[in-house]
C-alpha cells in the first residue's frame, strides 16, 4: 500500500511538471542560453545519483518545510527523482509529432496553445506514456531516496492520509535482508518475486506500446 | 441598418474571442516556463541544501582534515572525519565493476551494431532493457546470496559482506547502460565509412575494431564516464554486499564501505538534527554530488563533440 500511494502522487507532480517542461522546451523555447542552460541541467540531473535526491528531500522537505517523514515528502523527493525520465521521454515524443499537423492547426488559425493542446499532445501521447511507465517502475524500485527521507520498516496498518508514516516494497526487503533469521532471507525473497513481477509487467507494457507507436508512425 | 449593427457586434465578439485565444496562449507559455524553472530550482535546492548543512560541518572539521584524513569513525566518542577511506572504497567498487561493464558492455554494443540481424537485436534488445530495468535492490539481494557464497568457494578468505562481490553486482547492472549508449553511438557512424573499409578488402572484424570503434570512440567513451558516475552513486547494492567497515585498503576480499554507504548506514542511526554526525552525512553527499557533476559534464561534452563530427 506504501508503494502504490507514492507512486500514484508521484505520477501527480511528476507528470504535469515533466510534460509541462517538455512541451516548452520543445515548442517554445528559442534556441538561446537560458534553454541550453535548462537541457544541460536536465541531463546531469539524471546523472545524479538517487541518494542525492534522498539527502535534498531530508533537508528541504522533512526539516525545512516540515512535511515530517511522511508519504508526501517520500513522494516530492520521488518525482524529483523521476522528473528528467519523464522530460526527456515526453520531448522524444513531441519531437516526433511531424511538423505538417502543426503547419496545418496553425493555416486554421489557431493559436499555438490551441494547436498544442489539441493536436500535438494528442499524437504525441503513446509516448508520454511510455515515459510515465518507465518511470512508475523506476520509483517503484528506488529505495535509496526513501530510505533518507525515513520510511520506517514497519508499518503494520495502512497509511490513512498523505501526512502518515509509511513503507514500500523494496525497503521492506532490504530491511528484511539485514534481519539474522534464516526466515526473513525466503520472506526477503518472496518480496524480491512479487517486486519482479510487477516490474516485468510495467516493462512488458512500455515494450508492447512502443511497437505498436512505431509501426503507427511507419 | 440592422445588418451594420450584427456586424459590428460579430467583430466585437470575434475580437474578444482572438484577444482571450491570445491570452491563453501567453499564460500557457508562462506556465510552461515556470515547469522548466522547476527542474533548474532542484538543482539550485541539491547545492543549497548540501553546501548549507555542510558549512555547519566544516566549521568544526577543516576541509584539509576532511580531504586528505585517513580515519573514519564519525560514531565513535572520538570521531574523525577523514574521508579517503571511503573515497577509498567506493574507487575500489568503481573500478572493478568498470573492468566488468566495460568490455562486456562494448563488445555487445558492437556485435548489436555490426554482426547481429535483425530477428538476435528484437531478442537481446528488450533482455537489456529488462537488466535494466531491475531495482539495485534486487542485486543486492543477489550479490550476498549468490555471488558472495560463490566467491567462497574459490577464495575461502573471502569475507560475508566484501568488495569484489558488490562490484560483479554493479557491473552486471551498468552493462545495459554501456551496451545501449555505445551501441547508438556505433549506428552514427555513416556506412560509406565500412563500406570503404571493406572495399579496401578488410575483413568485417577489421573493419568493427579498427574503423567503426574508432570513429564512434567519443561517444563510447562518453557512455563508460556515465557507467562509472553511475557505479559511483549505486548505493543499496554497496550497502547490502559490501558491508560497512570503512577500511582504507584495495584488497577486494575484504569489507568496505563507500560514501553512499555511510549516508545510508548514517541516516538509519539516530544522529540527531545539528551534531557533527548529521552534518557528515552532507558533507559526504557534497562530495559525491561534486564527483558525478563532474563526470556528467564531462561526458555531456564528448557527446557534443562527437554530434557535431557527423
Redesign the interface.
Known sequence: MGSINIILLTIAFAV???L??A???EE??KNNRMTK??K??????S??????????G???FV??LGLGKSILSGALTMS?VV??IV?VSSQEAIKAVPQYLRHGSYALGA????T?RKIVIPSALPGIFTGVILSV??A?????PL??V?AATYVSKLPDNVFSVFTAL?LQ??YW?GLPKEDF?DL??AG?IV??AI??TT?AIT?VLRNKYQRSIE | MTQSVDAAQNRKIANTRIKR??L??TI??N??????V???L??L??II??L??SVGFFTEISIKDFLFGRVWTPLFSEPHFGVLPLVCGTLLITLISAVISIPVGLFTAIYLSEYANKKVRKVIK?IL??LA??????F??FA??AITPFLKGIIPQTEIFNALSASIAVGVMTIPLVSSLSEDALRAVPDSLRQGALALGSTKMETSLKVVVPAAISGISASFV?AV??A?????IV??AAGARPNLTFNPLQSVQTM?SF??QA??GDNP?GTVGYYS??AV?LL??LI??G???L??YMVDKYRKEY
Open positions: 504535469p511538471v515533466g509541462g517542461t512541451i516548452y522546451l517554445y523555447a542552460f535548462i544541460i541541467n536536465i541531463s546531469n540531473l546523472g545524479t545519483p538517487s541518494i542525492v535526491y534522498g539527502l535534498l531530508l533537508a528541504v526539516r525545512t524529483l522528473l528528467p522530460i493559436t499555438k496553445w490551441q498544442i517502475s523506476r517503484l524500485g528506488e529505495s535509496a530510505l533518507m525515513g523494496p526487503i532490504y535482508m532471507k526477503a525473497a524480491i517486486l519482479l516490474l516485468l516493462n515494450i | 485565444m491570445k491563453s496562449n500557457a507559455k506556465i510552461l516556463f515556470l515547469f522548466a522547476i527542474t533548474i532542484t538543482t535546492g541539491i541544501s548540501l548549507r548543512d528488450p532493457e529488462v530495468g531491475i531495482p539495485s535492490i534486487v543486492g539481494y550476498l546470496t556515465l558516475s553511475r559511483i552513486g549505486e548505493t543499496m550497502t547490502i553512499t549516508i545510508v541516516s538509519q538534527h552525512l552532507f553527499g559525491l554530488f558525478t557533476l563526470l556528467n559534464i561526458s555531456h
